[in-house]
């Protein structure tokens, strides 16, 4: 092998060995990786540059914008006390957790999702003295379901669109995963509401 792919794999085990010990936020870990290998000249600017092309990374990065405008005008709050409400037993908590954050995460990319709910989740189980760690593996679980709903629902059909549309294809359409993506929403939740527990 050259210098170059013993270098690469140098600054994949460098990248990958502070985002196992939490050393670096992951951000900057992948970004001083890439830095390394650009300056290194492995490799060129328009490659380095490339990913930051992709559409589909640019459309994760304004559902965060759009995540974030949630929070900051109030949406938290009025999910709380209008969404979420008065729970009557833990299934029922559950249950009202995972629906809006299904839904939300078709329409919105599920990590900010996810992170936005979080605030919202401790505070309504606190407040009905619930448990915070039976909320939150339900939380994630209808957010990762949630996404495979739609085109945006997560990053990853953004990329395989991207991918596929630069491959030559017609794309993938808003809704064409939704028939695959809704009875598996289904199945999520019975199997947590029954068995999940």
């Known amino acids: 092998m050259s210098w170059e792919a013993w270098?690469?794999?140098g600054v994949v085990a460098l990248c990958?060995?502070?985002?196992?010990?939490?050393r670096a936020p992951p951000d900057i870990a992948m970004a001083g990786g890439l830095t390394l290998l650009l300056v290194?000249?492995?490799l060129t600017p328009a490659q380095a540059l490339a990913g930051f092309a992709n559409e589909g990374m640019i459309t994760v990065g304004v559902l965060y914008v759009v995540v974030t405008g949630i929070r900051e005008t109030g949406g938290i709050g009025w999910i709380v006390q209008k969404v979420l409400g008065q729970p009557r037993s833990l299934?029922?908590?559950?249950?009202?957790?995972?629906?809006?954050?299904?839904?939300?995460s078709a329409f919105l990319n599920n990590t900010p999702v996810v992170a936005m709910f979080i605030p919202a989740v401790?505070?309504?189980?606190?407040?009905?003295?619930?448990?915070?760690?039976?909320?939150?593996?339900?939380?994630?679980?209808?957010?990762?379901?949630?996404?495979?709903?739609?085109?945006?629902?997560?990053s990853t059909n953004l990329v395989v669109n991207g991918?596929?549309?630069?491959?030559?294809?017609?794309g993938i359409g808003f809704f064409e995963l939704a028939w695959i993506g809704l009875p598996l929403v289904v199945v999520v939740f019975v199997f947590l509401l029954t068995a999940g527990h």
């Open 16 to 22: 990958f060995g502070l985002l196992v010990r939490n």
């Open 163 to 170: 991918l596929y549309v630069a491959d030559g294809g017609p």
């Open 40 to 42: 290194s000249g492995v």
């Open 91 to 104: 299934p029922h908590a559950q249950l009202k957790i995972m629906m809006p954050t299904a839904l939300m």
């Open 7 to 9: 270098f690469t794999l």
């Open 122 to 154: 401790k505070d309504w189980a606190k407040c009905h003295r619930l448990s915070v760690s039976s909320l939150m593996m339900p939380l994630s679980y209808a957010a990762i379901i949630g996404g495979t709903c739609t085109l945006i629902g997560t």
